[in-house]
């Protein structure tokens, strides 16, 4: 049973955004930190940001600090991902993710609880 569901993902010019949305349908992770992963082409899953339950505790990786802002309506059961000046190594599958603490879902990605089916988002040159 799906429980994170990703969109807006899709086709994008280098320097412009996509805004990406991953509800809980099961409404079962709301006391839980939430993240996004991301996977290139040929690549392992790397992290991208995550945020705690209360909406603290957000931790950005280094190549999207600036650029990335991650954020949650708990009322909504839903995280969402704001990418703006996108840039062409952006490309990836991106995963939500629920666990325990930001730090987990920045440490352990291979044991995360909870994913998603991924959303793909292309950055042209």
């Known amino acids: 049973q799906v429980q994170l569901v990703e969109s807006g993902g899709g086709l994008v010019q280098a320097g412009g955004s996509l805004r990406l949305s991953c509800v809980d349908s099961g409404r079962a992770y709301s006391n839980y930190a939430m993240g996004w992963i991301r996977q290139a082409p040929g690549k392992e899953r790397e992290f991208v940001a995550a945020?705690?339950?209360?909406?603290?505790?957000?931790l950005y990786a280094d190549s999207v600090k600036g650029r990335f802002t991650i954020s949650r309506d708990n009322a909504k059961n839903t995280v969402y991902l704001q990418m703006n000046s996108l840039k062409p190594e952006d490309t990836a599958v991106y995963y939500c993710?629920?666990?325990?603490?930001?730090?987990?879902?920045?440490?352990?990605?291979?044991?995360?609880?909870?994913w998603g089916q991924g959303t793909l988002v292309t950055v042209s040159s």
């Open positions: 945020i705690g339950w209360s909406g603290g505790g957000i």
């Open positions: 993710a629920a666990d325990q603490h930001p730090e987990i879902i920045l440490t352990m990605i291979p044991y995360l609880e909870v």
